[in-house]
């Protein structure tokens, strides 16, 4: 792998801390983080940033998105041990990349940065497809463009939204989330807060935005999923609260697939007159 240009002296400046703000489509990893023997957006990023600094780099993501996931707005921090300038990063690690990962942006940030944990909330992104075709599921799917199957799940066009929305509601605020989550690692809390869960609708697509301080495995992929049966009238929004309650995983929806989930958005906290406000990275 190479990169256009060459790094500065590697004596000529100290280690920096960097940020990078990402996008990617996901369909061809294995997820974010680093896996042996198998290809993930982590990696081909610091394969690309080992080449252009000439030495070995490592990066910290603001979160692990699963296999087939994409992000338009996944932020990332490294510590670079030359002192690239910041302004000729994007273009220089794009030029290694492959088509399918780019960085939007990148800037130098504190020291103490840290892009998961310094991180006030994130957002991400269910789309659906919202299909008039007639027919079973398999037929439903079927109907997706091409433009949109990758990113797109196929869902018939006459869920109840109104429901929907009612479900959305009860969603926000600080819950349990065991039963909407997949088996967490033990001693991890299933505590967290959700600050908003809204419906973007379109002629032939919805989406499902979910803004939260953090998420469990698999847990905004099982809030979509729930809200999918409630429009389709295979449960009751009375039932939802009841639902959460339990804490239990065999009473979850079914969590619907990977390539409809998108990291929309990571926001950090800044110093100002009125306290921290959330921003994003590059704002």
């Known amino acids: ?37 198998r290809p993930t957006v982590e990696s081909e990023i610091e394969a690309a940033l080992s080449a252009a600094l000439g030495r070995p780099v490592g990066i910290v993501g603001a979160g692990r998105t699963d296999a087939g996931v994409h992000a338009r707005g996944q932020v990332a921090h490294f510590d670079d041990p030359c002192g690239w300038p910041v ?11 492959p088509g399918d990962i780019r960085i939007l942006g990148a800037a130098e940030v504190p020291e103490g ?13 269910y789309s659906l497809y919202r299909s008039r075709t007639q027919g079973g599921q398999r037929t439903v799917e079927l109907s997706v ?38 088996a967490m690692p033990p001693g991890r809390s299933t505590v967290k807060t959700v600050r908003a869960v809204r419906l973007l609708t379109a002629p032939d697509r919805l989406t499902v935005v979910v803004t939260g301080e953090g998420f469990l495995y698999g847990m905004v992929r099982l809030m979509a999923g729930l ?19 339990a804490r239990d995983r065999t009473a979850a929806p079914a969590s619907l697939a990977a390539h409809g989930l998108s990291l929309w958005m990571v926001r950090y906290a800044r110093p100002g007159p009125d306290g921290a406000r959330p921003r994003r990275l590059l704002s």
Request: no cysteine; proline share 4%.
């Open 227 to 245: 809200l999918v049966e409630i429009g389709a009238g295979r449960r009751h929004p009375g039932e939802v609260a009841a639902l959460l309650a």
């Open 87 to 97: 302004e000729r990063l994007t273009a220089a690690l794009n030029t290694a990349l």
């Open 113 to 125: 940065f840290h892009a998961l944990g310094d991180a006030v909330d994130k957002t991400y992104a």
């Open 145 to 182: 463009p091409p433009r949109l199957r990758h990113t797109h799940l196929a869902v018939r066009s006459d869920l109840n939204l109104e429901a929907m929305r009612e479900v959305a509601r009860v969603l926000v605020g600080r819950h349990d989330w065991t039963t909407l989550s997949k």
């Open 1 to 37: 792998m190479s990169v256009a240009g060459s790094a500065p002296d590697q004596d000529s400046a100290g280690g920096r801390r960097r940020a990078l703000v990402i996008a990617y489509d996901g369909g061809a990893y294995a997820g974010w983080q680093v896996q042996p023997d």
